[in-house]
């Protein structure tokens, strides 16, 4: 299975700050088809998953710009501009690429 | 409203089997692939499997392919997952998902005697 690894595990962030997270992969994610089907996530308390970026740069609907993603190959990274409170959760990098989908041990975003 | 909503989650003693159910509204159900997923309460993240939009052909994680099955019935916007000899390790949040795009609520399991 693919393995990601998210870093860094926790982040304190200062409102209007800005954060990074870090994914990498133990194998490229690049599809046959020459998509990349690496996905950006963010668990806020008590609620599922909400899908904020997808193949690697694309804003999901209603994800403000605040939000961007880039990368390739084994090394992505998620950026967060002036971090707001309704940002505070837990950020989860996901692979579809390869079978099975695997996820990233996650980012616990928290206020400094 | 566009929505997914799991059920039949609940305590399950181990070696029992728990049939959760997941009923898609506000899109053509039977368009789209679906997929399971489980948050631990460690909150780690694993993939079930998914299946294809007319139930032809499922796919599953190798770790879990013996004792889970998904099915879905197209007629009643429903899909399922069939948990049979649960263990204390299958205790987590269940979570159905239209293409990761679109997430039930999640469904609550504990295996436990």
């Known amino acids: 299975d693919v393995v990601l690894t998210q870093t860094p595990v926790s982040l304190l962030i200062s409102l209007g700050g800005q954060a990074s997270i870090s994914c990498r992969s133990s194998?490229?994610?690049?599809?046959?088809?020459?998509?990349?089907?690496l996905h950006w996530y963010l668990q806020k308390p008590g609620q599922s998953p909400q899908l904020l970026i997808y193949?690697?740069?694309n804003r999901f609907s209603g994800i403000p710009d605040r939000f961007s993603g880039s990368g390739s190959g084994t090394d992505f990274t998620l950026k967060i501009s002036r971090v707001e409170p309704e940002d505070l959760g837990v950020y989860y990098c996901?692979?579809?690429?390869?079978?099975?989908?695997?996820f990233g041990g996650g980012t616990k975003l928290e206020l400094k | 409203e566009v929505q997914l909503v799991e059920s039949g989650g609940g305590l399950v003693q181990p070696g029992a089997s728990l049939k959760l159910s997941c009923v898609a509204s506000?899109?053509?159900?039977?368009?789209?692939?679906m997929s399971w997923v489980r948050q631990t309460p460690g909150k780690t993240m694993e993939w079930i499997g998914d299946?294809?939009?007319?139930?032809?052909?499922?796919n599953y994680a190798p770790s879990l392919k013996n004792r889970f099955t998904i099915s879905r019935d197209n007629a009643k916007s429903t899909l399922y997952l069939q948990m049979s000899n649960v263990r204390s390790e299958d205790t987590a949040t269940y979570y159905c998902?239209?293409?990761?795009?679109?997430w039930g609520q999640g469904a609550s399991v504990t295996v436990s005697s």
């Open positions: 998902t239209r293409d990761g795009t679109l």
């Open positions: 506000g899109f053509t159900f039977s368009d789209y692939w």
């Open positions: 299946i294809k939009y007319d139930g032809s052909y499922t």
């Open positions: 194998q490229s994610l690049v599809h046959s088809n020459g998509n990349t089907y």
């Open positions: 193949q690697v740069s």
């Open positions: 996901l692979q579809r690429t390869h079978n099975p989908w695997t």
